[in-house]
């Protein structure tokens, strides 16, 4: 059984920045794409970003950004998203997960999830 645990959320300002990791018992971590996701309340799961097993290449929504960085270490299978300028509507619990497709951005793509981590940013 895969593992994936997400840490780093909380409760932070407008404009400020939050690190969010995303531990996973894998094997074989870099063969594998890392996605985030997050969900805000009343609202579906939306793709943020994926990055490649090889870390080479990297995609996001349009709405983080140029704000929205997703990085990985394959020597400690642990994937990272640092979220800077943040804003209200970015307010959800951010997912991490895994997928064997090669920029997966689709939910139904990935096939193990972790928990949540929430991210309150206040005005």
């Known amino acids: 059984q895969v593992q994936l645990v997400e840490s780093g959320g909380g409760l932070v300002q407008a404009g400020g920045s939050l690190r969010l990791s995303c531990a996973t018992s894998?094997?074989?971590?870099?063969?594998?794409?890392m996605g985030w996701f997050r969900q805000a309340p009343g609202k579906e799961r939306e793709f943020i970003a994926t990055i490649s097993g090889s870390a080479g290449s990297t995609y996001y929504a349009d709405a983080v950004k140029g704000r929205f960085t997703i990085s990985r270490d394959n020597a400690n299978n642990t994937a990272y998203l640092q979220m800077n300028n943040l804003k209200p509507e970015d307010t959800a619990v951010y997912y991490c997960?895994?997928?064997?497709?090669?920029?997966?951005?689709?939910?139904?793509?990935?096939?193990?999830w972790g928990q949540g981590t929430q991210v309150t940013v206040s005005s």
């Open positions: 997960a895994t997928s064997s497709i090669y920029r997966a951005i689709r939910t139904a793509q990935y096939n193990y």
């Open positions: 894998r094997r074989t971590f870099s063969s594998y794409t």
